[in-house]
Nanobody
């Protein structure tokens, strides 16, 4: 049973930074591709960033390109989302997601429907 626990959210002023962490447990972390999504009140959950299980490929939503980075540490079975130059429109609940990717070491999953496992989310609020 895969379990995902996000942390690192909080309140930050516009222009500031936050680093989200997602702790993975229950299966072999290095066989899973990982992703981050977010959901603002009244809006659909949207893709933010994703990384392949090999860690050498990543993809970002246009709205966060150049500001956010994603990384993974297989030894710590964790994935991270570094968020810089935050804007009020980045305010949302951020979710970590995992998808088994044994046969696709470099594949990056960007669609919500592709992920089978989700965390409970961590709130990020950016004040103007």
């Amino acid at each position: 049973q895969v379990q995902l626990v996000e942390s690192g959210g909080g309140l930050v002023q516009a222009g500031g930074s936050l680093r989200l962490s997602c702790a993975f447990s229950g299966r072999a972390f290095n066989t899973y591709a990982m992703g981050w999504f977010r959901q603002a009140p009244g809006k659909e959950r949207e893709f933010v960033a994703a990384i392949s299980r090999s860690g050498d490929r990543s993809h970002f939503a246009d709205s966060v390109k150049g500001r956010f980075t994603i990384s993974r540490d297989n030894a710590k079975t964790s994935v991270y989302l570094q968020m810089n130059s935050l804007k009020p429109e980045d305010t949302a609940n951020y979710y970590c997601a995992a998808e088994s990717s044994i046969l696709r070491s470099t594949y990056v999953y960007t669609r919500r429907i592709e992920y089978d496992h989700w965390g409970q989310g961590t709130q990020v609020t950016v004040s103007s």
